[in-house]
């Protein structure tokens, strides 16, 4: 039986033809039964009602939805009420983060680490969630250093979360390391990698510099190659990214976290390629 794990991430839709098309999006992926599609939280607290709304619409439609969530721009009373709100709508699992500051933000601010806002959901809400959190095999940009980097992680783990969802990377060999590293500190979480599929080259590029992660030269210079040849960049992506993910399951990963980009397409693809639509699977 196929027992790996699946989850799909989706960024919140701002309209109500966004809403609709997402769903529909939702729809699609559902076939694969993952084990819950996740929605981000916009830096800043800038998507703050939209995450709620369609975390909210996809836990109705049967669907185990995971907020994101972090603490940069809202108040801890704003926080509890939309904890209490996801808790009667039935939310199971939160993925808790630090975020980041948007520049020139006005308002409130204040930097809580993840391990900070792990502890204050465990305070608040004792085990009514399972606590998801952030992990980077190739390193937070702002980290001190590696080693410090996976000491706040562990503090993460210590404080109440249960499982790890990486940073896309595109090299496995840093997912491996890193894994090697964690354990070596006594790290058993389950870190799920994330996988990010590559349909855009422009995108791919401004995205990865901002959130520090790494693209291996040849896979840049053959996407830049393609230039506007969208056919060949997904074929192209398709074969990269599936043999990335073939090599971090037999090696051992707990299963994949998707960021879909809001598309179904290309990671229905990956995950039939992957086997995930195997008839006995179970996610
Ligand atoms: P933390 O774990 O708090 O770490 C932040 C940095 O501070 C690291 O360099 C760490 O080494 C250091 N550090 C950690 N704890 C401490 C401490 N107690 N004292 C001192 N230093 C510390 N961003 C969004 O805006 N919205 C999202 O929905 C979103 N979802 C994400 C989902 C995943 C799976 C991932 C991998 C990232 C996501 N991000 C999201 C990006 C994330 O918000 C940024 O990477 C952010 O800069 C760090 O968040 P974190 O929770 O990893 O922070």
Redesign the pocket.
Known sequence: MNTRHLSFEFFPPKTPEGKEKLIHVHRKLSELQPEFFSV????GGSTREFTRDFVLAIQAAGSSAVP?L?VCADEKSSLLTLLHEYKDAGIKKI?A????LPSGMGGPKQLI????LVSFIREHFGDSFELL????PEI?P???SYE??IY??K??FEAGASRG???YFYNPDSYAYFIEQCQKVGIEAPIIP?IMPITNYHNLIRFSDS?GADIPRWIKKRLHQYGDDIDSIRDFGLDIVTSLCENLLSNGAPGL?FYTMNQADVSLSLCKRLGFLDADAKH
Do not use: P
């Not at 981000?40 to 830096?43: F, L, M, N």
């Open positions: 981000t939280y916009g830096a994101h972090s993925v983060l630090r975020g980041d680490y993840a391990n900070e959190v952030a992990a980077y937070h702002e980290a001190e410090k980097d706040w992680l503090k993460k969802i990486t940073q994330g959130c976290h």
